[in-house]
Protein backbone atom coordinates (compact mmCIF):
# COMPACT_ATOMS: atom_id res chain seq x y z
CA UNK A 1 0.00 0.00 0.00
CA UNK A 2 1.59 3.68 -0.79
CA UNK A 3 -0.22 6.45 0.63
CA UNK A 4 0.30 9.81 -0.85
CA UNK A 5 -0.57 13.68 1.19
CA UNK A 6 -1.22 16.67 -0.52
CA UNK A 7 -2.96 19.59 0.38
CA UNK A 8 -0.41 21.23 2.91
CA UNK A 9 0.21 24.64 2.78
CA UNK A 10 0.53 28.04 3.79
CA UNK A 11 -2.65 30.21 5.62
CA UNK A 12 -3.54 32.55 8.07
CA UNK A 13 -5.27 31.80 11.47
CA UNK A 14 -8.82 31.31 10.84
CA UNK A 15 -8.79 29.94 7.67
CA UNK A 16 -9.07 26.38 6.34
CA UNK A 17 -7.69 23.63 4.07
CA UNK A 18 -8.31 20.52 2.87
CA UNK A 19 -5.69 17.28 2.97
CA UNK A 20 -6.17 14.84 0.38
CA UNK A 21 -4.32 11.07 0.93
CA UNK A 22 -4.41 9.15 -2.30
CA UNK A 23 -4.01 4.94 -1.54
CA UNK A 24 -2.71 2.60 -3.85
CA UNK A 25 -1.71 -0.54 -4.21
CA UNK A 26 -3.50 -3.39 -2.40
CA UNK A 27 -6.00 -1.27 -1.40
CA UNK A 28 -8.61 -3.90 -0.22
CA UNK A 29 -6.19 -4.94 2.42
CA UNK A 30 -6.96 -1.18 4.27
CA UNK A 31 -8.75 -0.98 7.24
CA UNK A 32 -8.85 1.65 9.58
CA UNK A 33 -7.17 5.07 8.29
CA UNK A 34 -6.35 8.39 9.86
CA UNK A 35 -4.15 11.43 10.34
CA UNK A 36 -1.50 12.46 12.02
CA UNK A 37 0.48 15.02 12.85
CA UNK A 38 4.06 16.32 13.76
CA UNK A 39 5.03 19.49 15.30
CA UNK A 40 8.72 20.74 15.67
CA UNK A 41 10.14 19.58 18.77
CA UNK A 42 7.03 16.71 19.60
CA UNK A 43 6.03 14.06 19.20
CA UNK A 44 3.38 12.25 16.47
CA UNK A 45 -0.03 12.40 17.90
CA UNK A 46 -3.49 11.16 16.48
CA UNK A 47 -5.63 13.82 14.99
CA UNK A 48 -8.41 11.90 13.36
CA UNK A 49 -9.37 8.19 12.67
CA UNK A 50 -12.17 6.91 10.32
CA UNK A 51 -12.95 2.80 9.98
CA UNK A 52 -13.03 1.09 7.20
CA UNK A 53 -16.72 1.83 6.48
CA UNK A 54 -16.18 5.60 7.12
CA UNK A 55 -19.22 4.69 9.67
CA UNK A 56 -17.52 5.66 13.05
CA UNK A 57 -14.71 8.70 13.56
CA UNK A 58 -12.59 9.70 15.82
CA UNK A 59 -10.60 12.87 16.85
CA UNK A 60 -8.05 14.81 19.45
CA UNK A 61 -9.83 17.27 21.82
CA UNK A 62 -7.86 20.16 19.78
CA UNK A 63 -9.50 19.78 17.07
CA UNK A 64 -12.73 18.75 17.64
CA UNK A 65 -15.48 20.76 16.08
CA UNK A 66 -13.12 22.35 13.84
CA UNK A 67 -11.68 19.32 11.57
CA UNK A 68 -13.58 16.54 9.99
CA UNK A 69 -12.59 13.30 8.76
CA UNK A 70 -13.97 11.39 5.50
CA UNK A 71 -12.81 9.02 2.71
CA UNK A 72 -13.94 8.06 -0.40
CA UNK A 73 -14.08 4.16 -1.64
CA UNK A 74 -14.68 5.16 -5.09
CA UNK A 75 -11.44 7.40 -5.09
CA UNK A 76 -9.57 5.72 -2.68
CA UNK A 77 -9.07 9.05 -1.14
CA UNK A 78 -9.37 9.90 2.25
CA UNK A 79 -9.63 13.61 3.50
CA UNK A 80 -8.78 16.19 5.92
CA UNK A 81 -11.25 19.45 6.24
CA UNK A 82 -9.28 21.61 8.42
CA UNK A 83 -11.65 25.09 9.77
CA UNK A 84 -10.48 27.96 11.96
CA UNK A 85 -7.18 26.94 11.43
CA UNK A 86 -4.65 27.63 14.29
CA UNK A 87 -1.14 28.84 14.63
CA UNK A 88 -0.46 25.29 17.17
CA UNK A 89 -1.92 23.41 13.89
CA UNK A 90 1.00 24.29 12.65
CA UNK A 91 2.71 20.65 11.57
CA UNK A 92 3.68 17.97 9.25
CA UNK A 93 0.51 16.13 8.70
CA UNK A 94 1.11 12.46 7.92
CA UNK A 95 -1.63 9.99 6.47
CA UNK A 96 -1.87 6.72 7.84
CA UNK A 97 -3.85 3.19 7.50
CA UNK A 98 -3.97 -0.33 8.52
CA UNK A 99 -4.66 -3.91 7.58
CA UNK A 100 -6.20 -4.79 10.96
CA UNK A 101 -3.84 -7.03 11.58
CA UNK A 102 -1.10 -4.80 12.59
CA UNK A 103 0.60 -3.84 9.54
CA UNK A 104 0.68 -0.34 9.62
CA UNK A 105 1.40 2.35 6.47
CA UNK A 106 2.54 5.65 6.45
CA UNK A 107 2.68 8.34 3.59
CA UNK A 108 5.57 10.73 3.75
CA UNK A 109 3.48 13.97 5.13
CA UNK A 110 2.48 17.38 4.10
CA UNK A 111 3.53 20.41 5.62
CA UNK A 112 0.59 22.87 7.09
CA UNK A 113 1.30 26.25 8.55
CA UNK A 114 -0.47 28.61 9.97
CA UNK A 115 0.83 32.18 10.86
CA UNK A 116 -0.70 33.84 13.20
Known amino acids: VQLVESGGGLVQAGGSLRLSCAAS????????MGWYRQAPGKQRELVAG????????NYADSVKGRFTISRDSTKNTMYLQMNRLKAEDTAVYYC??????????WGKGTLVTVSS
Open 96 to 105: NADDGYGMEY
Open 50 to 57: ITSGGGST
Open 25 to 32: GNIFSING
